[in-house]
């Protein structure tokens, strides 16, 4: 049975290259949008545009770049005219939030150029290009929300990937044009501390992005606490998207009514 949409105090989003993954992509779409979830998207050079927008779906986020990185300068300049590119997109789409990493990620998730060591240049060049890409969000309407990774399981070599090294850059760019993706799949196989790590990005939180830890699957598969992060994000004020990232461990509606049963209050 579905549970009605309206019973949780958060917009509910659901990433559509993750589910119903026997169906073409529009039609994952669809059944996403029946069932009452925004819709994320990743990539919007591999989709059809218009036939996006013909779905009437509510789309709550999608990658904010094509390629390019944030700490080196030829990277940078790559990065921010993709952006550009992408804000184009996100505006015929109506999507409110554009996802961005420390560099680009191949279709295995791991970075285009690896790095394992961070330069105090290249934090400077990072928060730089941030502040531009900010500056960009506020000019034309949309967020751009940077996301913490894990490098131990998905994303090795990904620079920037730590929740706390995201809320560092995030919080000393301090403006609106920029916020966290909070994905708290990654962050628990990270860093761990979960709720002390959301009350400190509290202030700052543009989305919120879940699934189980082991196996990346709809909460209540794993050994994360989800109705204590549910009320963790309540009690500090948190009324935006929260968005299952995740795989289906069962019937792909079952999964969702899953996740969507793990954020009532």
């Not at 879940?210 to 109705?227: F, H, S």
């Not at 009320?231 to 019937?251: K, Q």
């Amino acid at each position: 049975m579905n549970i009605p949409a309206s019973s949780s105090p958060f917009a509910l989003a659901v990433c559509a290259e993750m589910v119903f993954c026997d169906l073409p992509m529009i039609e994952r779409i669809k059944r996403i949008d029946a069932m009452g979830f925004q819709v994320e998207i990743w990539d919007w050079t591999k989709h059809d545009i218009d036939a996006l927008i013909e779905s009437g779906a509510t789309f709550s986020s999608m990658t904010g770049y094509v390629s390019g990185t944030l700490a080196d300068s030829c990277g940078a300049d790559e990065l921010l005219g993709t952006a550009l590119e992408s804000i184009k997109v996100a505006k015929r789409l109506g999507i409110p939030r554009l996802n961005i990493h420390g560099t680009g990620l191949d279709g295995k998730g791991l970075p285009v150029k690896p790095c394992q060591f961070l330069t105090g240049a290249m934090w400077l060049k990072a928060r730089e290009t941030l502040n531009q890409l900010a500056e960009l969000g506020e000019h034309h309407g949309v967020t751009f929300v940077l996301e913490n990774l894990n490098t131990e399981v998905d994303h090795p070599g990904v620079p920037f990937a730590r929740l706390a090294d995201v809320l560092a850059l995030v919080e000393s760019v301090n403006r609106p044009g920029l916020r966290i993706m909070l994905d708290v799949y990654h962050a628990q196989i990270g860093e761990g501390n979960l709720i002390e790590l959301i009350r400190r990005c509290a202030p700052f939180i543009g989305e919120v992005q879940v699934a189980d830890v082991p196996g990346r699957c709809e909460p209540g598969t794993g050994e994360i606490n989800y109705p204590a992060i549910a009320r963790a994000l309540h009690d500090i004020g948190y009324r935006g998207t929260v968005g299952l990232e995740g795989w289906a461990s069962m019937d792909d509606e079952r999964a969702l009514n899953r996740f969507r049963a793990a954020f009532l209050l």
